[in-house]
């Protein structure tokens, strides 16, 4: 994914510094759309456009990141093959990095609303601050959900492929006949799935690209959008 990210947006990249005015091409017309995509329907709508050139590049990042690694999972190649994004410890860094950059990027408005929410009752921060520690929990929940939802919506799909294939072996086990029979149907089942899971790969980049966003928004926000 690394190798394949590098190839494709340093060469895109140059052809940009050769001809920045020329139209776009191949496959630097398919990126164009998908990086205008992230930047007005992803990170605008959720954060400050001043804030938009410091969070640009993780968010890409991110997405295209995301978008490569379940797309490669789905070709059963080598090299390609290996479902990361099904696995729960490649989800659990790539929420690590949002949890992270939302953290060190926080304001004092979002620290004051973690620490001394406004328009609360008195009694609810002091003597046992209430608020605060549920505050904090939910910046812990939040890259947790961002974990879980990208691991199991890839993960589920790549089951119900195997748990498709599986049914030809159980049924030769009952009887090569029952085997015979049920291939086609599995193999149809085994496909659909597969092309369901190219549209579930780009609805999960994009999900998890957009609460990234909204998180790093919460975090940089002045006190009057909140």
Known sequence: VLALMLWVFISVAKRYQKAPLAPP?????????????VRDDIAKPSIRESKLPRFMPVLLTIFFFVLFSNLLGLIPI??????????????MVLALFTFLVTTFSGNKHYWIDIFNTPGIPAFLKFPIPLMPIVELAGMVTKPIVLMIRLFANMLSGHMIVLVFFSMIFLFGAMAPAAAYGMS??????????????????????????????????MATSGHDEH
């Open 78 to 91: 080598f090299p390609a093959g290996a479902n990361l994004t099904g696995n729960i410890t490649v989800t």
């Open 25 to 37: 091409k191949g496959i630097q017309n398919l990126l164009e759309v998908l990086v205008v995509f």
């Open 184 to 217: 086609p149907l599995s193999v149809f089942f085994a496909i659909f799935m597969t092309l369901l899971d190219v549209l579930v790969s780009f609805i999960q980049a994009y999900v998890f690209t957009m609460l990234s966003a909204m998180y790093f928004g």
